[in-house]
């Protein structure tokens, strides 16, 4: 039987006390400034972890290429996140929106109203990965701030037992999370603005890691020319235009009537351009 190593609330730089006191006699211009600096802390975090992001990129990239899928799996802002990144994909990149999953503890109402306790339960992510036939060759990555959510640590000591690659983003050293992933990231960007306020300083580096992974993964599969979203779903004005303008440089069509017929017809630049 497999142990989790347990952190105490104490231990947890997340839970540390923010470095400001009394906020609520601050103006608003103070509260913005400070919140503005401690943002500027964020960025220096991530670049300290770029390697351990490109483990995972790395490990995640040749199975998506093989079919396999990307899960992400989280609570609160941390699973939120997971949702929001996942849900761009499809529409960005125009892959099929089962390739990259969000899935969050409560479901889809946690997505809007706050069911915290649904994280506690160690059997739930794994139940709720299962109703997606999780298999080897997929690959999932835990996010939890606090790197010790029982809906995420359950669910990866459960993808280790068979055999599914894992990683996470956590925002702690040492977290039974990280413990339990393949790949881990560890974030570390400080005690928050408000004490254990994680989705502030923690969900903004998240939210940073999570860009680059999907990017990442996307321009791997292909999905990307030169700097262009080529397989971008065509569902708007501003899109079509857009679709439109980057036709008409990449084929050298100067009529933009005839570049927008060729785009609606086979529904990306790229099968557009392939079918020139």
Not at 21 to 42: F, G, T
Not at 43 to 67: D, M, Y
Not at 84 to 109: F, H, K, Q, R, W
Not at 140 to 156: D, F, H, M, N, Q
């Amino acid at each position: 039987m497999q142990t989790t190593p347990q952190q105490t609330p104490e231990s947890r730089i997340t839970e540390a006390p923010s470095p400001y006191r009394h906020i609520e006699q601050m103006s608003a211009a103070e509260i913005v400034q400070h919140i503005n600096e401690e943002d500027h802390k964020v960025a220096p975090a991530v670049k300290a972890v770029l390697p351990a992001v490109t483990a995972l990129i790395e490990a995640a990239s040749p199975l998506l290429a093989a079919g396999g899928r990307l899960f992400y799996l989280g609570a609160g802002t941390s699973g939120r996140l997971g949702v929001l990144d996942a849900s761009e994909c499809p529409p960005t990149y125009g892959v099929d929106a089962g390739i990259v999953n969000g899935l969050m503890a409560g479901g889809d109402a946690a997505l809007r109203f706050g069911i915290e306790d649904a994280e506690d339960s160690y059997e739930t992510g794994w139940h709720d990965l299962q109703q997606y036939h999780v298999q080897p060759g997929d690959f999932v990555t835990g996010i939890a701030a606090s790197g010790t959510t029982p809906y995420v640590v359950g669910a990866l000591r459960e993808c280790r037992k068979h055999n599914i690659a894992t990683g996470c983003i956590v925002c702690n050293p040492g977290s039974p999370v990280a413990a339990h992933a393949d790949y881990p990231i560890e974030v570390i960007t400080g005690p928050e603005f408000i004490t254990g306020s994680t989705r502030m300083k923690s969900g903004t580096a998240q939210k940073m890691i999570l860009n680059m992974i999907s990017t990442a993964l996307m321009i791997r599969l292909g999905r990307v020319y030169d700097n262009r979203m080529v397989y971008m779903q065509i569902t708007n004005r501003k899109l079509t235009d857009r679709g439109v303008r980057m036709l008409m440089e990449a084929a050298g069509i100067s009529d933009y009537e005839k570049a927008r017929a060729l785009l609606l017809e086979h529904g990306s630049v790229q099968a557009a351009l392939n079918n020139l």
